[in-house]
């Protein structure tokens, strides 16, 4: 069967296979970019020293009696911010463990099993 397309209706579908085209080419790069910034992130993450710091006591004015309950809350969030960043770099930086020929036998006899139940009538 011959159909025959108007030169408007062809030119509008061009025009979309165009954007379409366009829209898979940025996102490639979109996703490029967000990988790019999240092995940086993790490079630096892995590479960066310890910051020290200290917690400087300031006298409060004479008007006030009592202590500031935020002051130890934040400086208990910062001791877990930084506990939880050593734990991630510990993480990030940690070799692989090395998978041993009995563990990878051990494995394709798993899935050889895994397949003939499924294959199995």
Known sequence: MIRFIRKDT???????????RHEARTTRRDLAELRNRHRQL??????????QIVAVPIPAPAATDQISPL???LLALWHQAALEREAFRTWVTEEPALVTAAQLQ???????SAAARRDSP
Not at 10 to 20: E, F, G, M, S, V
Not at 106 to 112: G, L, N, Q, T
């Open 10 to 20: 062809l030119a509008a579908l061009l025009r979309t296979a165009a954007t379409a």
């Open 106 to 112: 051990a494995r394709a006899a798993e899935a050889a």
């Open 42 to 51: 993790i490079s630096h993450l892995a590479r960066r020293e310890p910051a």
């Open 71 to 73: 002051a130890p809350l």
